[in-house]
């Protein structure tokens, strides 16, 4: 295929008119869905994702448990009308069970799953819409949607992605800067810089990534007080919840 | 609906106030320092957990759902818990079919898995509610007052489990002993909830 030459900068700015330190705006909301035990909604830009979290619970397949941890079962997952690429079938594919993997691998650095022995902690992502950057927004979604369900974590932490965009490195690459620069570098951080997740498509120099990673650090505060933001909205309201039967016992 | 003078928590922030709870599951403690792992909130010095997953110690009162037997060993129960509930069929006296309502102490947790109870009570069939465990402190309140206004107010008898489970009995106004926990457990975090809950069931 040919590499279609675009140009990505305009007079010194992104073409979304952003500058190179901004992120898209981000709206976090806790306690969407009423059947699981915690749940969240993350807008980050056009990125619409939906998180639901279960457990922790009796591990199914039996043979799958650990008798000295909770094992984290992920599920990144995009709906077939999530983009205008053709994304066929829901169903895992190369791309979904990818993603889970890195995520699930980046959520086991936090969750304190040594306090659950033999249990399984489910964590399933539904991207909606996508636009670039859907991992860690996935990511976002999953550690507030842990917040809201009470599991133990040891920190908060956040996802954010730098990458190399006609010779700049930049902060948070939409579907363009994404598709068409030079380089995407998602990392996911705590709060005190513990690095969970961290991968790179493309080149970069040893300087270029000391460069993004100082933008990460920089920004992630932002995201940081977002999800503060978030748990706090959630306590400012009065939301009634309709209580459950425990019926599925009774016959 | 949060006053000034409440602060929330997120986990890894530093706790420097009295935790009101069994630190299981909700602080963990590094060189001497408390850190939260759930959302919660430091009210008048107290750190007080907002979710939280609820971890079974011994001698905690539970209400359960008997959902199975295990021939020759016992009965297994619904706790709302990631273990199953086990009574031991030794020196127990009551038969307990399928779906009966138990209201019971937890003895000791087994390196298996199982949550043992003891002291178990069978209860008449009545309804059992499923509540966030971390809202069970708030609907018992201050030495008991809250569970006494909606007993008195509304004559439905109530066993609290704090594993999440409440069990109301058939008589008296069960309806409007729902409404009342459906309000505490959606206020939870809101002061002053004993006077609102106290007018609302007087109505």
């Known amino acids: ?251 | 609906m949060l006053d000034e003078k409440t602060r929330i928590v997120l986990p890894g922030d530093v706790i420097r106030e009295k935790v009101n709870r069994n630190e299981a599951g909700i602080v963990r403690e590094e060189n001497n320092t408390k850190y939260a792992m759930v959302v919660g909130m430091v009210r008048e010095g107290k750190f007080i957990p907002l979710e939280h997953v609820y971890v079974p110690k011994p001698g905690d009162p539970v209400v359960g759902v008997v959902s199975g037997e295990r021939r020759g060993i016992g009965y297994v129960v619904d706790l709302n818990t990631y273990y199953p509930g086990l009574i031991l069929s030794r020196g127990l006296r009551i038969k307990l079919p399928l779906s009966s309502q138990i209201f019971a102490k937890v003895a000791r947790i087994e390196s298996g898995g199982n949550i043992v109870l003891t002291d178990v009570k069978r209860l008449p069939m009545g309804r059992v509610v499923d509540v966030p465990a971390a809202k069970v402190p708030r609907i018992i309140g201050r030495d008991m007052a809250m569970l006494k206004i909606i007993k008195e107010k509304t004559g439905v008898d109530i066993y609290l489990g704090f594993n999440g489970y409440i069990w109301l009995g058939r008589r008296g106004d069960v309806a409007k002993a729902i409404k009342a926990i459906k309000a505490i457990v959606s206020k939870a975090h809101i002061k002053g909830l004993t006077d609102e809950i106290t007018e609302m069931l007087s109505k």
Not at chain 1, 39 to 67: F, L, Q, T
Request: net charge negative.
């Open chain 1, 1 to 251: 295929m040919d590499e279609k030459k675009v140009e990505l900068l305009k007079d010194g700015k992104r073409i979304s008119g952003r500058a190179f330190d901004e992120l898209r705006e981000v709206k976090i909301k806790l306690g969407v869905l009423d059947e699981a035990d915690g749940s969240s909604y993350i807008e980050w830009g056009n990125n619409k994702v939906i998180v639901g979290v279960y457990g922790p619970k009796e591990v199914i397949p039996r043979h799958m448990e650990n008798p000295s941890k909770a094992i984290l079962k992920c599920n990144y997952s995009m709906v077939t009308f999530c983009s205008k690429e053709e994304h066929g079938k829901m169903g895992p594919n190369r791309r979904s069970v990818e993603l889970s993997k890195v995520i699930r691998e980046a959520l086991e650095g936090i969750v304190e799953t040594n306090l659950f022995p033999r249990t399984q902690i489910e964590i399933y992502m539904v991207v909606l819409e996508a636009d670039a950057g859907t991992r860690i927004a996935s990511f976002l979604g999953a550690v507030a949607a842990l917040l809201d369900a009470g599991i133990p974590i040891k920190d908060i932490a956040v996802g954010i992605a730098a990458g190399k965009v006609g010779g700049k490195v930049v902060v948070d690459l939409d579907k363009d800067e994404d598709n068409f620069g030079e380089a995407d570098f998602p990392v996911a951080l705590t709060r005190t810089g513990d690095i969970l997740l961290l991968q790179m498509d493309g080149k970069l120099t040893k300087e270029e990534v000391e460069e993004a990673l100082g933008l990460i650090f920089e920004k992630s505060e932002v995201l940081l007080s977002k999800l503060r933001e978030a748990v706090e909205e959630k306590y400012s309201k009065e939301v009634v919840k309709e209580l459950k039967f425990s019926n599925k016992i009774i016959k």
